[in-house]
């Protein structure tokens, strides 16, 4: 009925354009109005032949208003109808009739269902809230009628370089940018703004590249170079200031934070991998290794340790640590973060929605996110982790300055030990005796009766009623398996184990393990499989439950590695440490492995034979004190399916409150020595006879015993480095790899099918030589076919210097993104990057030299009007400072900033109690906060401690995200609350007073000189005489208002703990202090201009 | 004074309130109403007529017991220390807090109820002051989550999703319906810790974050004492006069600047300015309760002259209700009773007991409960069975998602009804559940707000608070 005349109504409006004022004017005007919903960009053509192009003008439309239903997700789809692919599209539906018949509007259902009056006929339905407009409709209908030709997303077809087009005034262009810039704004009938004024334009590069702003000595020397950008460009480039601005890009998409997140919200360590950021920039690290040795660093041949900390990207996501969580629920969750963390921040595409269901929007199926999820799915992590500390897995991760002087330490070593190795290589041995000079000691291992927990030994007897017994405690080891006893290093008996058996106690007796503990034994190891030697970890409670695993595991590695482990909570809440020494195979070693009782790895101690080892820290999230007292078991534990140890033990011994490590090693190193003397001399090892010659030449020779001493302490302080050096969490992939299913719903517990890694077909096929594991995920992301990450890249950069993407959501290039302002500039820049060696200092000073970035920022209001957001690129960019340079700016202003480049985060003045009434009440690391002293208040912005779920209130007021999660671009607000914090926030008001100490000490003589001083130094240009003027009697009015109350201007001085130049009068400091803190507030001052 | 060529303030707000209108000067915390009507802000509502103005959200955070409060069952007295059938717990996943517990033992109320009202609405004894305004309010006895603790289900309630990155509820009011005054912001938190002094679970500034909304959206946390915002007050040495004309020289200068760059932005932030000024002095106003009247204490109680507790917050919350501040959330932390429950559930209850009633009648008194939508609960309920030992007097209680009550009040409720039942264990529903997405769907009805049409686009796609689920439940509205 009323449809028929509806759509005749339309296809007329779609033929004769006069016919509807309205659609006319709309069609007309479309240079300015985009296709979906918020897509505002795209300010094109001139419209007189307007033709709807389905990738650029249909499929947003389709998109938004009708794929939820007829589009990739086969569960939601209705009616069997399919707009997402032309081929379905215009197919016969089941009832015979066509949604789209090419060339023929009239016959197509699509046209008839969309412009119907009929409440039960529209499309899209009145539920679904969505309505096309009049010139949607219209745009609709022409394109069918002119064939409803289909093309490929524009973002998932590989760039090829465009020509450069053709313009009318050459004279303006610096470079091939704008040619794509210039071309656009004379088919609009527009012209560039001239370049803007060189000190306003030399400051919005400093600020633009090094986020700070340049000094009058810059300024000068920068225009004294024929190409002053060039020049400023140059020296910014390479500033350390340079890898700091662009790191803090970087850390809101790679949601960096110093705390865990979530209700806890613990402090972490990842500043390591900051400092790997910025130092990546400086370095100018090519952006497809920046890629990939984020992705996979641990996965290249023989990685560096850099390479290593640079897989910490894919841990700055939160990390949960409540108490009863689920594990399996929260260890999808990280997973799922990297997911959608990498997609946005190197494919641009949110493939988040598939994780329930297939995507609505993008072609990407629930098994394509699965199989991407595959790939961040395989590292040997726990749901609950990081209550204290950094969660695994970790890895120590020393500064370069302990980098360094760790070389320094391995090279004294290394001289140290080849003249040792000198002397005993020299010296003929033969009729040498060791006995009588070694110490006389009837012990047979370390520890004294006092403080014993357990102490095994065999009563002797027939071999049918031996009885293994533990003389600290009050009944017999229980002995599972079959026992076998033979003669120990020292002649006493030992228990051999064979792989099947293992002894175990009662519970051991409560004792305060908070002055540690010490756990000494003879070992023999005989195989080479996994298993424990002793244990009192409890495995007998569920997983899930708090107590897991509670206790004390010492395990030898397939390659003998010792493994130690202590446990709250296994694994999440625990230690563990490897040495990097091994227990060799058929030899009996002294074993001595100490705990400081406090809760950290570095407490945990292992002595080997006397020489204590060196070792990886696989855990470091120890929650409290550990009770030792659960029944403990020899040659294997309680753990289901553990395996039994395959060697022998002598003399174990577990006792509390032990000596001192060094106390401890000397007695092992004895006993290790007898050993070796009492062994006959041909059957002495190597190892023992080195032993033996040694000490034997450190007790009978001086020169080498200074040798000797030279080489222990060098080796002590080198464990000290290692046991001391920060810690970091980074990506390691389990040995076997963890098999991914679809989880229905997303949901943990609900297991699908299983799938493999691999990546969405339809932007490029994984690459056939490359491994299925991150390593060959970052190859398919930076080859030059990918359609998407290059030109993501260079779009954020380019949103970093202009305040807006080419594509405006630069975290989405898919069906629902916004098209490019400058799609041939996009894939222009794109290619030209991957061909010059994805060069990022190369890509800004191509943007930051361009005559399209030069340009003043001023507008007009019929720009204004006519394109309010500058799409264009009508003039210059104008924006606001961000968070960090604004407080940033006014350090540096103020003199006060201190530069330092790197280290652990920063604790800058706090309004006092912030976290008061909000924190969780325990007491963990990151729940109070202390602030910095001296000039550790004055660091750049970037180093502020930052607790995700308190962040730092003055930077979040501008806008930086709290980094719960990944952040492509960042709102740009304009609030009260803002002017508060530059008028009254601590800092500013100090700044203001340092900032007026430099007018007054360095502006010259008069008011006038010391005021255009402050504001040239703001604002890089001084200022015109009314404004001059304003702010002369404005400092006029504050120096009367100070002199009749200098109690005041003392009070206003006094504010930040810097000292303050006493040479100054505090009533005329405190009238400059006012004035520099309005020019700090001036807009111009936080503006980027 | 000022230069011929600089406008003087005057002239600048004349112009500017041309110029600009509501862009800058209508609402405070910034800015132009997005997705929303162009209507004048809560006179009738985004998509329909609202029935409520404002929301006051207390929220109980850790979780109170419905146990002790408002789901009486009489019958489990004869269980004591039975265990729950598992034809009840029907597999019902646990937190790992009591994973590692052999059995499951029930736990009856150590306290009574009492019938309450006309309605004869049963309430928990340890509520006095809750059973008289027993005809005011609506219980909800069958509110469920699938969250089971705190951080994912209190991120739930205020953000709709249990995982980080949402908008809160304030965020998504504010972002529809804009300011109704022009010297507060129109979303604020009131935080009050319980007179046991700990209060257990943090509370994250997620809650009362923006998510993907524009920051200017989020939460202002109002702090106790002398300085309420961050910020609020001028550095020493400077006093207003000073501090007046220090702002009108710098409105001039950026005045001039925004003749010379046309950049509107610069217009923005001169309002801006003067807003931050304003609330200088309403700020402090709104805090300064020394003029209430002696009435007024006697309702609250003595608890609210002490800036920080409870009744002192729920106080502010009707000061700012008849101020029009849109969204006021409170939070009273330490309901997280795993042990010695019956203990610490007395403490809490006196704790926001008296205020929760006067901040009701007090707002009836004034006419503006009818506008005024007030919700009281917390983020799951509690165990029926015993976490730890279990004796008449002592037990503990665990997380429990799948069935607890809350109370509304005001605007667009019914008053004197109590809506769904549990089962016989107060582990299940047994008739009429609410859902979490039920409750956001339901509140923003109330303020006219259709929650499946109030949405922001964000890396392509809609968001909601109700994410894709919620159903208004028509039962509770008036």
Redesign the interface.
Known sequence: MCCRQDVSRWLRCGALLRLNPCVVLLVFSLGRISAG??ADAAPTRSSQNFKPEFDRDIRPILAENCYPCHGPDANKRKAKLRLDLREAAVTALPNGEFAIVPGKADQSKLVERIASHDGDEVMPPAKS?KKLTDQQISWLVRWISDGAAWQKHWSFEVPQRPALPAVKNKRWMSNPIDHFVLAKLEEEGLRPMPEAERSVLLRRVSLDLSGLPPTPEQLRNWSQHSDPVAAAAEELLASPHYGERMASDWMDLARYADTH?????VMRSMWRWRDWVIQAFNRNLPYDRFITEQLAGDLLPDPTLDQLIATGFNRNH?I?S??????EEYRV?YVADRVRTTS?AWLGL?V??ARCHDH???PVSQKDFYRFYAFFNNIDETG?DGRFANAAPIMSAPTDKQQQEMVQLGTRMATAEGRMRDALETRIWKDTSFAEWLPNSSATNVVTATNELIRLAVASGDDSSTLVTNLAGPKPFQVKGKLELEKGPWAQPAIVLDGKTSLSTDGLPKFDSSKGWALSAWVRRDGTSEAPIFSTANFG??A?????AEGLQVRVTPSGEVDVRLAHRWPGYSIQIQTKERLPIGEWEHLVIRFDGATLAKGLRVILNGEECSRDVLHDDLTGQVSLSAPAVLGSSSEPGAASFFGALADVRLISAPADLELLADQSRTLALQLASATPAPERRPAQNNRLRRAWLEKNRPEFAAVSAEYRTARSKLLELERNAPSTMVMRELPQPRPTFVLFRGQYDAAREAVDPDVPEFLLSFPKAAPRNRLGLARWLTDSRNPLTARVVVNRFWQSLFGTGLVK?S??F????ELPSHPELLDWLAVDFMENGWDVKRLLRQIVTSATYRQD?????E??ERDPENRLLAHGP?Q?LTGEMLRDQALFLSGLLHEEVGGPSVFPYQ?T?LYK?????ADYPGTSYTESTGEELYRRSLYTFWKR???Q??L??F?VP?R??CTARR???????????T???TIQ?EAARKLAERMVREGGGTGSERLTYGFQLATARPPKP??Q???S??LQ??LD?YHRDP?????????GASKRDEKIDPVEL?AYA?LA??IL????TITR? | MNEPVLLTRRNFLARSTLGLGSLALGHLLGGVLQGATQNSPGAVGLHFPARAKRVIYLFQSGGPSQLELFDEKQSLKARFDQDLPDSVRMGQRITGMVSGQARLPIAPSKYGFTKCGQSGCSIGDLLPYTQKIADDICVVRTMNTEAINHDPAITFFQTGSQQPGRPCMGSWVDYGLGSENENLPSFVVLISTPSTGTGDQGLLSRLWGSGFLPSRYQGVKLRSGAEPVLYLKDPPGLDRAGRRDWLDTLNALNERRLQTVQDPEIAARVAQYEMAYRMQTSMPDLMDVSHEPESTFQLYGESARQPGSYAANCLLARRMAERGVRFIQLYHRGWDHHGKLPERIKVLSTDVDQGSAALITDLKQRGLLKDTLVVWGGEFGRTVYSQGSLSHDDYGRDHHGKAFSIWLAGGGIKPGISYGETDDFSFNIAENPVHVHDLQATILNCLGIDHERLTYRFQGRHYRLTDVSGQVVKGILA
């Open positions: 919903h918020g809230g997140g979530f209700n806890n919200d939160g949960n409540e108490g009863g969580i689920i594990d969750e946005i949110t988040e929605c609505k929007f993008d609950e409670v569920p899930s439950a708090e107590a897991y959501t975290e989405n898919g069906y629902q993104g920022s001023r507008s007009t209001a720009l204004n104008r606001r309004p109690n009434g909000i924190v969780v009440a779920t308190v962040p209130p003055t979040s007021t806008d709290d719960e999660v709102p740009k607000t304009n609030t009260p609350l803002q002017a508060l914090a008028m009254n926030d008001v009314d404004e003027k304003a702010l009697s404005f009015r504050r208002a109690q005041a201007a003392k009070a206003f001085v006094a504010v405190a006012n803190s309005l507030n001036l807009d111009e201009d």
